[in-house]
């Protein structure tokens, strides 16, 4: 059996309910060298009274028990949702095995079988469960991001990351996106985990903000039954239902101190345990974090773990905002235009050239969620095929061509002692170059001068 196989196996809680004492020694050995605690029962009774009283993982049931059938068992949900029941049935007998698929249970065996296939089998009904849970916070959508010219530093930065993940052995290091709210960061945590090597296991995503404080822990890291007044059955958290995969936390900052020093402990040891529970379970997440506000502000304050910040702090991603982008905006305006045509099943509408001067002037504080937004409310509410945004407040005089001075606030004249325009023209280069993420080439796209121009002015400065 595979490490890997093996390790995700091990620490689980298995209930056997068989009266054939030899098997139930058998499959007990082979289980406990894998590293899994075995309870064994022989008749519906002692089932009954284990299962009220302790947490399973698993439950192997046989059908025909000296007191009754095992799948009265599953009729009276005598075990907690969280535990998986994969029932054992004599060869020619299938029928209450369908029974007990139809009552609940995940998976059936038929006797006689190799005890060596039983982890297997097991393993692959903890996959159906992690894929259950997940599915709650999966989103279906395709993942898409419009780099451009603004964002080709990030573009390199994210390949850069990809190529890193696919060399690695193990656990894949966490990711910190910032940016203001609407700059991407939930879709560049969905391209990360699509693009990389973890695309086929699930990608579970959390908003911390919108998770109750009193729930949050049990949602994160699951909570075992009775471990507080509602716990009626155990529950797996987000960070089992993510392993193998990929767990996004959105507005991380949200999450009390308290709370904080587990994820630290997760990231740090690969382990988790739940609210309740005594036992350590292994977990292989790859954690993507985000935030609009700076951590390492943050983390000066006393509002954010200091150990934590520098331990997401490796892979760090910083979405420039959209009133940055120049003119990338009217070409993922495009773009976005398109989508939202094809949505409303409208034909295409074009941007006139006030409606450009305008979204190269507003200050976009929603960033591209605004943008989308402002772009769907042309389309539902301007009744013509050129798209103006006339309820854009932008101080823009629509009487200039878009490539002429566009760019230049219509507020600005020249101090009377007159400024330097060296100084004018090393500004423009440094905040290009901000712009590109140091990348030379962009920046002189941006400029619209040669890459050798740039440089030179560079060695002049």
């Known amino acids: 059996m595979s490490p890997e196989l093996q390790e995700g196996l091990s620490s689980l809680e298995i209930l056997i309910v068989e009266d054939e004492t030899l098997l139930r020694k058998q499959l007990s050995a082979q289980l406990e060298r894998l590293g899994m605690d075995v309870t064994g029962a022989g008749t519906l009774a002692a089932a009954r009274q284990l299962s009220s009283e302790m947490a399973f993982d698993f439950a192997l049931l046989d059908v025909n028990l000296p007191d009754g059938r095992g799948t009265d068992l599953l009729r009276e949900s005598a075990f907690s949702t969280n535990t998986a029941v994969i029932v054992m049935t004599a060869n020619g007998e ?9 009552l609940g249970a995940l998976d059936y065996l038929v006797k006689p079988f190799d005890p060596l ?3 297997l089998v097991l393993n692959r009904v903890r996959r159906s469960k992690q894929s259950s ?3 709650e916070h999966r989103r279906e959508e395709e993942p898409s991001f419009f780099f451009g010219s603004a964002l080709a530093g990030l573009e390199t930065q994210l390949g850069r990351i990809l190529a890193a993940d696919r060399r690695m052995q193990g656990p894949l290091p966490p990711v910190l996106i910032q940016g ?7 879709t560049i945590a969905r391209w990360l985990h699509q693009q990389g090597p973890r695309s086929s296991a699930p990608m579970v995503e959390v908003n911390c903000s919108a998770l109750p404080e009193s729930l949050a822990e049990s949602e994160l890291f699951g909570h075992e039954r009775g471990a507080f007044t509602d716990a009626r059955s155990a529950r797996m958290g987000l960070f089992e239902a993510a392993n193998g995969g990929s767990l996004f936390l959105d507005e991380l900052p949200s999450l009390s101190l308290a709370l904080q020093a587990k994820v630290l402990t997760v990231i740090e040891d690969h382990r988790i345990r739940r ?7 292994s977990t292989d997440v790859r954690l993507i974090t985000a935030s609009n506000r700076d951590l390492r502000q943050l983390a000066a304050q006393g509002a954010f773990r200091e150990d934590l910040f520098h331990r997401l702090d490796l892979y760090r991603i910083t979405l420039t905002p959209l009133r940055e982008r120049g003119e990338d905006i ?3 305006a495009e773009l976005l235009m398109g989508r939202l045509c094809r949505q409303h099943r409208l034909p295409l509408k074009r941007i006139s050239q006030s409606g450009q001067r305008r979204l190269l002037n ?21 009744d013509r095929d050129e798209l103006a945004f006339d309820n854009l407040q932008t101080p823009i005089d629509t009487t200039k061509p878009i490539d002429s001075d566009g760019w230049l606030s219509p507020s600005f004249s020249f101090p009377p002692e007159g400024f330097s325009l060296e100084d004018a023209i090393g500004a423009f280069i440094q905040r290009a170059l901000k712009q590109s993420g140091n990348n030379v080439s962009g920046a002189a796209r941006l400029l619209g001068v040669s890459r050798d121009y740039l440089r030179y002015r560079l060695r002049e400065k």
């Not at 029928?95 to 698929?101: H, K, P, W």
């Not at 203001?180 to 939930?186: I, L, Q, R, S, W």
Request: glycine residues 12%; aromatic residues 6%.
């Open 117 to 119: 296939e039983l982890p």
């Open 94 to 102: 299938v029928s209450g095995a369908v029974e007990a698929m139809r």
């Open 362 to 382: 507003y200050s976009w504080p929603g960033n591209v969620r605004e943008l989308a937004h402002e772009l769907e409310r042309a389309i539902v509410f301007e």
């Open 330 to 332: 009217l070409k993922l």
């Open 275 to 281: 609210v309740g529970g005594n036992k350590p379970i």
């Open 180 to 186: 203001e709210t609407g700059t991407g960061k939930t």
């Open 133 to 135: 849970r997940a599915a």
